[in-house]
């Protein structure tokens, strides 16, 4: 039997000595009646299982614009290896890693991912193409899907819906069978995926809902079973960059305070040994679709790391810059023709995306020469038929200063047009440092680590050193794209590295309290048997920036309704305030479920007391639980996608 919301009972016991069961909310059976909640600080050791031996490290930056993987076995951690150089390429682009983009056949199979699918596409007639489904930035739906579910719909470039977690497969799917590939090249025979431990990368402001679907698609990918969840480590990309960014040797990188090797130290030194216990610094993850900025202070001898104010950030990556320019090319054709473009000569589009991309690369601070983007023939031949003029006729007709038609087919851009379409991107990406940099617990940052790959933009860099004055040293290692991808190898070797971790929300149960006068609205009031009850009272897990240490669990102890009940199910809340009285308070959404699941364990004892442990310091919020009686683990699980 399932119990409802309306079902559960949860007693906060500071207010009430458990003389008394407490009674059902309103209808139906007594619900889950809780013992004792306390909140403890756990040695991670006892409860977790004997830990499997891996091989080798394996981890995968799923990148909205980019994506890659890289690798260290085990015996030799300082050896990180990344992926052998693919196929394909763009002039201007360094190829380490393979654009974000899948292709699948017109049967929705999969067909390539990277350069080859592009290539692919780009190749076939237009009357094919159209058939054809060709995905490219899709990892942002994953940011900004309300109510993400495993059912969540993507669109291909010929405007056909796919399943996201289909397409996430697909791409996690073609990482496995590359790096496997790569390492049974290097060992000489197959190479076993047990041998593996895997590390998927994600933005650290994403939210558990998005975490959670990048775990189910590498369940449905085999990358990993449900039966060994541990072999898959979900880590932060801030936190990863951080993790690299402190062992950075002075050759490695470039000191924009000063743009030379970092004085006062030997080139062989590390950044790491300029840093003393309790440094501050910030890491700047400039990535493709999102901009994550985390805190961290150095915890020495081990060079633990600690974070000092909760993940921040927002949707500001460098695909902004693509949208001005899509922008501003309706601004010029015109909306409807450039929507028209999209779909019927969606091959073209791409190519016309490639093209601004490079020039997007050239953009920089004190250039004075224009910019030139070669329009694809189609474009020019598909506008005069969409139209009946020329796309020379749209451009002097259109009021768009500092673009203009080139006699070799080209748009050409002045430097100040082309600075024009950062300048949104960038202005968020200040503002928020900007934030950041006055709250209180952002004080004396030493370091700034500019990571990602739109931290080669030198038009962002300057702005962040007109921003900081000084205030703090900015660094930026050499291979910048690529520092999140070897800072995730190093986590996978040691996921403990980060110590304390500070929550991003507030997240806690709905329960029953004695009522009291005074304190508790009238209208929450419920008499049950003679006694009076506040419902809807929010019991809190953890608050919203709290710091919490590896390891640290919450106990809550229930019991079922029934003897007979063989599921237990728990509503979770969570809200961005950082104090939370009610459920019911603006602001609190629904936003999990926490599931005990009890069937097979027959209890001696006529009250059954299944103790929950849940541990909020990880990158993933996990739920243990036992049946107190007889010590047998009872299965937990938290869902946050099923809403």
């Known amino acids: 039997m399932m119990t409802t919301e309306e079902d559960l009972v949860i007693d906060d016991i500071v207010t009430d000595a458990m003389a008394t069961p407490?009674?059902?909310?309103?209808?139906?059976?007594?619900?889950?009646?809780?013992?004792?909640?306390?909140?403890?600080l756990n040695d991670s050791e006892d409860n977790e299982p004997t830990r499997h031996y891996y091989m080798v490290v394996v981890a995968i930056d799923?990148?909205?614009?980019?994506?890659?993987?890289?690798?260290?076995?085990?015996?030799?951690?300082?050896?990180?290896?990344?992926?052998?150089?693919?196929?394909?390429?763009?002039?201007?682009?360094?190829?380490q890693k393979t654009p974000t983009t899948i292709l699948l056949s017109p049967d929705k199979k999969f067909h390539s991912f990277g350069y080859a699918a592009r290539d692919f596409y780009h190749d076939l007639d237009p009357t094919e193409s159209k058939q054809w489904l060709y995905l490219e930035k899709f990892k942002m739906k994953l940011h900004t899907t309300a109510n993400l579910s495993i059912d969540t719909d993507l669109h291909a470039a010929n405007g056909k819906k796919v399943k996201a977690l289909d397409i996430f497969a697909y791409a996690l799917a073609f990482f496995k069978e590359q790096a496997l590939k790569e390492l049974?090249?290097?060992?000489?025979?197959?190479?076993?995926?047990?041998?593996?431990?895997?590390?998927?990368?994600?933005?650290?402001?994403?939210?558990?809902?998005?975490?959670?679907?990048?775990?189910?698609?590498?369940?449905?990918?085999g990358l990993v079973s449900r039966e060994s969840p541990d072999q898959l480590i979900i880590a932060l990309e801030p936190e990863a960059a951080s993790i690299?960014?402190?062992?950075?040797?002075?050759?490695?990188?470039?000191?924009?305070?000063?743009?030379?090797?970092?004085?006062g130290y030997s080139p062989t030194e590390?950044?790491?040994?300029?840093?003393?216990?309790?440094?501050?610094?910030?890491?700047?993850?400039?990535?493709?679709?999102?901009?994550?900025?985390?805190?961290?202070?150095?915890?020495?001898?081990e060079g633990h790391l600690k974070e000092l104010y909760k993940a921040s950030g927002g949707p500001y990556g460098s695909i902004g810059i693509d949208y001005e320019f899509e922008k501003l090319l309706c601004k010029i054709f015109g909306q409807d023709f450039i929507d028209q473009f999209k779909i019927k000569r969606p091959a073209a589009w791409v190519d016309l995306m490639i093209a601004f991309e490079s020039r997007k690369r050239a953009a920089a601070p004190d250039r004075s020469n224009p910019l030139n983007i070669n329009l694809p023939f189609s474009f020019i031949d598909y506008y005069k038929k969409f139209r009946g003029h020329s796309v020379e006729h749209a451009l002097r007709k259109s009021n768009v200063d500092f673009v203009k038609w080139s006699s070799q087919g080209m748009l050409r851009m002045s430097p100040d047009a082309m600075n024009a379409l950062f300048k949104p991107t960038i202005d968020h990406i200040i503002q928020h440092l900007t934030e950041l940099f006055d709250r209180p617990e952002v004080s004396d940052i030493k370091f700034l680590f500019l990571v990602g790959g739109f931290a080669e933009s030198s038009l962002l860099q300057q702005a962040v050193q007109n921003m900081l004055q000084g205030?703090?040293?900015?660094?930026?290692?050499?291979?910048?794209?690529?520092?999140?991808?070897?800072?995730?190898?190093?986590?996978?070797?040691?996921?403990?590295?980060?110590?304390?971790?500070?929550?991003?929300l507030t997240y806690g149960v709905g329960v029953l309290n004695r009522f009291l006068e005074g304190k508790h609205p009238p209208e929450k009031m419920l008499v049950k048997n003679g006694t009076r009850w506040c419902t809807d009272v929010f019991d809190t897990f953890i608050s919203n920036d709290q710091s919490v240490a590896l390891g640290e669990t919450v106990k809550r102890s229930y019991t079922p309704a029934k003897p007979?009940?063989?599921?237990?199910?728990?509503?979770?809340?969570?809200?961005?305030?950082?104090?939370?009285?009610?459920?019911?308070?603006?602001?609190?959404k629904k936003c999990g479920t926490l599931k005990l699941d009890v069937s097979g364990t027959e209890s001696p004892v006529a009250r059954r007391e299944i103790q929950t442990l849940m541990q909020f310091g990880d990158t993933e919020i996990r739920a243990m639980a036992i049946d107190v009686a007889t010590s047998r683990t009872v299965k937990a699980s938290i869902d946050f996608l099923s809403q």
């Open 22 to 40: 407490s009674p059902a909310k309103s209808m139906g059976d007594p619900g889950i009646t809780p013992l004792s909640p306390t909140h403890v």
């Open 62 to 95: 799923f990148g909205t614009t980019s994506s890659g993987y890289a690798y260290a076995f085990t015996k030799e951690p300082e050896c990180i290896h990344t992926m052998r150089r693919w196929e394909g390429g763009d002039p201007g682009v360094s190829n």
């Open 184 to 221: 049974s090249d290097q060992a000489g025979a197959d190479f076993d995926n047990g041998d593996v431990r895997w590390v998927i990368t994600v933005p650290a402001i994403w939210k558990m809902p998005a975490k959670q679907f990048m775990r189910e698609a590498a369940y449905k990918a």
């Open 244 to 263: 690299y960014c402190r062992k950075l040797r002075l050759h490695q990188m470039v000191d924009l305070s000063n743009k030379t090797a970092l004085n």
């Open 270 to 301: 590390n950044v790491g040994a300029g840093m003393t216990q309790g440094d501050r610094y910030v890491v700047v993850d400039c990535g493709g679709g999102t901009v994550d900025l985390t805190v961290h202070q150095i915890r020495l001898p």
């Open 471 to 504: 205030r703090s040293r900015i660094i930026i290692p050499h291979d910048v794209g690529l520092t999140i991808l070897k800072g995730a190898v190093l986590f996978g070797l040691d996921p403990s590295i980060i110590k304390v971790r500070r929550s991003p």
């Open 564 to 588: 007979s009940q063989q599921v237990i199910v728990i509503h979770v809340y969570c809200s961005e305030k950082e104090s939370v009285s009610f459920i019911t308070d603006p602001g609190v």
